[in-house]
């Protein structure tokens, strides 16, 4: 029913940011919000590479219980409050249904997560909250799988979804994930949803980000979604796959080539 390829548009009226096939969107922040310092200098990083949206978790969905879990809904007011400040929309995961309602209160986009892409009650939830979604694949999913998990949002009358290659499990553990690069032509010519590509949650190092956000450009991904943490040796989530320095003016000077790229 969609011949033609959708832009999604996130934030608030006046301030909006497309996702779709006419641009390659930049989305950057910090894996986590750790505190209002680190998340605005997170911001400022991002915003002066290029990036027009920001990410944050405030809700971490983490493999140990004993890890730090995100600041809730302290962590959605630092994310709000660095909005204000930096002109940048907000993405932010939800990782539980009873959390939706709230999330949707401060975010512009709702991010589900990879551990949450086959929640199909979650999936519903958030096609119901009015904002939209970025859909991770799920590390074991299909791509049909994948585009199902989106379905059970669009069914709930929210067309607004944004789809992310993260990297999917495989045997190989020189890298965290395997990133399926070719996911993304595949879903495109599937769907008429954006897909972009994560690199920092594919790889868990920070020396790929560069390399496979090419690879995302090249193949003619919709956009990028990246880590960024202004001291990431004391990040209390994910440090190892976050930018700084060379490597964030690095991936800045690709993102801002990319037209003469593809
Ligand atoms: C994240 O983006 O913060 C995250 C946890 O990603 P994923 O669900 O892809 O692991």
Redo the contacts with the bound molecule.
């Keep these: 029913h969609h011949p033609d390829r959708s832009t999604v548009w996130v934030g608030r009226p006046g301030q909006q940011v497309p996702i779709g096939p006419d641009t390659v969107t930049f989305i950057a922040g910090p ?1 986590a919000v750790e505190s209002a310092q680190q998340t605005l200098e997170a911001a400022q990083m991002a915003r002066s590479a290029g990036a027009t949206i920001l ?1 944050g ?1 405030a809700y ?2 983490r493999t140990s219980p004993y890890a730090f879990q995100g600041l809730g809904v302290a962590g959605l007011e630092i994310l709000a409050d660095v909005r204000e400040a930096t002109g940048l929309p907000v993405v932010t ?1 939800v990782v539980d249904v009873r959390d939706v309602a709230v999330v949707a209160e401060y975010a512009d986009m709702l ?1 589900i ?3 949450n892409a086959a929640n199909f009650g979650l999936l519903q939830a958030v096609g119901e909250a009015g904002k939209p979604v970025l859909l ?1 694949r799920g590390m074991t999913a299909t791509i049909e799988e994948w585009l199902m998990a989106a379905e059970y949002i669009a069914q709930r009358g929210n067309l607004d979804v944004v789809l992310c290659e ?1 990297g999917i499990r495989t045997f190989e553990p020189a890298t965290r994930n395997t990133l399926d690069i070719s996911a993304v032509p595949v879903v495109q010519a599937a769907s008429h949803l954006p897909v972009i590509v ?1 690199p920092s ?1 594919a790889a868990g190092r920070k020396d790929l980000v560069v390399p496979l956000s090419r690879a995302a450009i090249a193949v003619g991904a919709d956009g990028v979604i990246v880590d960024v943490h202004p001291k990431p040796e004391v990040a209390l989530c994910d440090g190892p796959q976050a930018l700084e320095g060379a490597e964030l003016r690095e991936l800045a000077q690709a993102m801002r080539r990319f037209p003469e790229l593809v």
Excluded: S
């Design positions: 894996c990410r978790g971490k969905p995961e991010q997560g990879t551990r991770k993260r994560d949650h």
